[in-house]
């Protein structure tokens, strides 16, 4: 708010960029308190008329304003538009999901300096890139960057390998509640306290298995496992990519055996486990399935915390609904999420821990088989800068961004088909070394996805461009809490053009490349 106040007294516009909907209009109650008349909202659920109404109100009105909103709304024409920031710069929904495939974090770098404005990325864990960029000069920090987030309260990793009380437990996959956690949860509901407990993902189980040959009931559309959901008083299986749907009662495709044996835990089986345990508690869950809107998904949210004792199932969406910490929190289940084939996920998991962990007042508990990955020591310690080094060294060993641009190109199609078409296009691209190799996920029979991958130099990619006459600027925040951004800013004098790059020829390939190849910057998933 002091930044927005300074800035207006300069006659100068700032905008304020959310990734979801919900953030837009949480974040706007606190940010517009003082300042109604200038300051407006955008977000893609607005009607066309109350959008138009304030797009003019927005673009016209002489004094400076303050614009919050989702990313689709950064171009808004305000030539006294001198700043951006970017709150919640960790969060995934940065990333579109269809084309054109675009990171907008990386967007708003080059359109801050295209248009001469400051850029603030904000959040209360930043991501390893850009604490990388600010150990290395190309950003700077506003503040102190802060490695520490000491909390005084209960913690405990529960190992659910070990013994459970005095007697051995064949702990299988399907075991949820340690005998530690049931405890702590016996407790809160009679101290009238709540409780979230987080699972990685929704449905009964994540996969299933046959157990006499080991085959995975995959989808038969997309190749990926099918996860199992309750529906009424039945189970069926469900894709979470195509959304086919099909009976549980089946058995396998290969040796036809009808012992499968579902693995994971999803949200809906966490609740089950927990009415079964404790029969009386008031028990919400919220995961993609409860909640298909955000108002859905906010009534959960003020329901659960108006009900004294109350325990909250979810997945890691709820995160976004917690205005207020709560009492107690767990994480049921997140092993499942090791296995992702994703050179971020270790930084995922170790967000979500934190988030989680600074959400919570008083105990704080960590279900898991892997209590030696150093992951869960760095989150109890509360040490951000041990897990960042560890995880800076991985990547720059691995070639893995932010030492490496990673360029994943993906053709999908009949098999021959595009198996010629992809050696074809590796020929192309010889020079640039790529890797071919195919993945999982053909939305057909008979279809193939295949892969190249193409590492690029930082400092070289993409072809550069000189930059406008003017100053440029760059800025780091960490926001704690999120919403009190504070300003800071590095620039840099102009440049002279650039010659070409040994990158350029591999650009103009890619821009010639048909519709039917997908081009992705930095995939989530190299795989």
């Not at 171009?75 to 538009?81: F, G, H, K, N, V």
Request: charged share 30%; proline share 6%; aromatic share 8%.
């Amino acid at each position: 708010k002091s930044l927005i106040r300074e800035e207006f007294a300069k006659k100068h516009s700032v905008m304020f960029i959310l990734p979801t909907v919900h953030d837009v209009l949480e974040a706007g109650e606190v940010l517009r308190k003082g300042i109604e008349e200038y300051a407006v909202l955008f977000h893609g659920q607005m009607s066309a008329k109350s959008m138009n109404q304030k797009w003019q109100m927005a673009v016209e009105n002489p004094h400076p304003m303050l614009i919050v909103s989702t990313p689709i709304f950064m171009s808004l024409p305000r030539s006294d538009l001198s700043t951006i920031i970017m709150d919640k710069e960790f969060s995934p929904f940065y990333k579109t999901q269809g084309r054109p495939f675009i990171d907008i974090r990386k967007f708003a770098e080059f359109y801050a300096r295209r248009r001469q404005m400051k850029l603030i990325l904000g959040d209360s864990i930043l991501r390893v890139e850009d604490i990388y960029q600010g150990e290395a000069g190309v950003f700077i920090p506003a503040t102190p960057l802060k490695f520490r987030f000491p909390r005084a309260i209960e913690q405990e990793l529960i190992d659910m390998k070990k013994k459970s009380g005095a007697k051995e437990k064949n702990l299988d996959e399907t075991f949820i509640l340690s005998d530690k956690l049931k405890h702590e949860i016996k407790n809160a509901i009679s101290n009238k306290e709540n409780f979230v407990i987080i699972s990685a993902r929704k449905g009964l189980a994540t996969s299933t298995v046959c157990s006499d040959c080991g085959t995975v009931i995959n989808c038969e559309n997309c190749a990926i496992p099918l996860v199992l959901y309750k529906n009424g008083k039945e189970t069926i299986f469900s894709c979470n990519q195509c959304n086919q749907k099909k009976s549980s009662d089946i058995k396998c495709a290969v040796c036809t055996s009808w012992k499968l044996k579902v693995l994971g835990v999803g949200t809906e089986k966490t609740e089950e486990e927990i009415r079964g345990a404790f029969p009386d508690a008031k028990v919400f869950r919220l995961d993609g399935e409860s909640a298909k809107s955000y108002k859905a998904g906010a009534e959960i949210i003020k329901n659960f915390y108006a009900t004294r004792g109350a325990i909250l199932i979810a997945t890691e969406m709820a995160l976004g609904y917690l205005k207020e910490n709560v009492d107690n929190s767990a994480i049921a289940s997140i092993d499942s999420l090791f296995a992702l084939p994703d050179f971020q996920i270790g930084e995922s998991i170790f967000n979500l821990l934190m988030r989680l962990k600074l959400k919570t007042n008083k105990r704080f508990f960590i279900q898991t088989r892997k209590v030696e990955d150093k992951i869960f020591e760095n989150v109890m310690r509360g040490d951000v800068l041990e897990f960042y080094r560890k995880e800076i060294r991985e990547r720059k060993k691995w070639k893995y961004p932010p030492f490496k641009v990673l360029i994943k190109i993906t053709s999908e199609g009949p098999r021959e088909v595009v198996r010629e078409e992809m050696e074809q296009l590796g020929k192309f691209l010889s020079k640039y070394e790529p890797t071919l190799f195919t993945s999982r996920g053909a939305k057909k029979r008979g279809h193939e996805r295949i892969n190249l991958l193409v590492k690029c130099e930082p400092a070289d990619w993409p072809k550069k461009v000189p930059p406008p006459t003017g100053l440029s600027s760059v800025v780091i925040s960490v926001a704690n809490p999120p919403l009190v951004p504070r300003a800071g800013e590095v620039t840099t004098e102009d440049s002279p053009p650039l010659e070409e790059d040994q990158y350029s020829s591999l650009l103009e390939i890619l821009l010639s490349l048909p519709p039917r190849f997908t081009v992705k910057i930095n995939p989530d998933s190299i795989l």
